[in-house]
């Protein structure tokens, strides 16, 4: 039940009242001592060589510290390692097929006529030149020749035009 002011006696007013200024007191009082001990904990601080970028880091440190010791942070962990190792292993298979299928092809009968193909071409077109060269430099090659005699009417075009 709240008293309002009406209802108490001249007499427990008073005594409110001074307890209200004791209380008051009080608070100030300890406001003081508090911050007499926080600046003789920076003092000693201080002398210690302690500084805030240090504590700040003390902190993320046993932060982290007790983080890493829950259960929850364990069990993610190992679930993400053993995640980690099968995507691994699914990514080496992947490689592995890929690796195989090109192998395939460029062991394929297809793949080898082309090739002879385009080295004809080029011999033609080109010239002889050392034998050795990766097959992209052999299909600019192929390709600057073909545009190069598109461009050039050939002999049965020219029979053939008005």
Sequence with gaps: MLS??????????NELRQELAN?????QTLSQVLAAKEKHLAEIKRKLGINSLQEFKQNIAKGWQDVTATSAYKKTSETLSQAGQKASAAFLSVGSVITKKLEDVKNSTTFKSF????????SKVGGTKPTGGDFGEVLNSTANATCATTLEPSPEQMEQSP
């Design 23 to 27: 209380v008051e007191e009080e608070i």
């Design 4 to 13: 309002t002011p009406g209802n108490l006696s001249e007499e427990e007013q």
């Design 115 to 122: 090739e002879e193909k385009v080295e004809n071409l080029k």
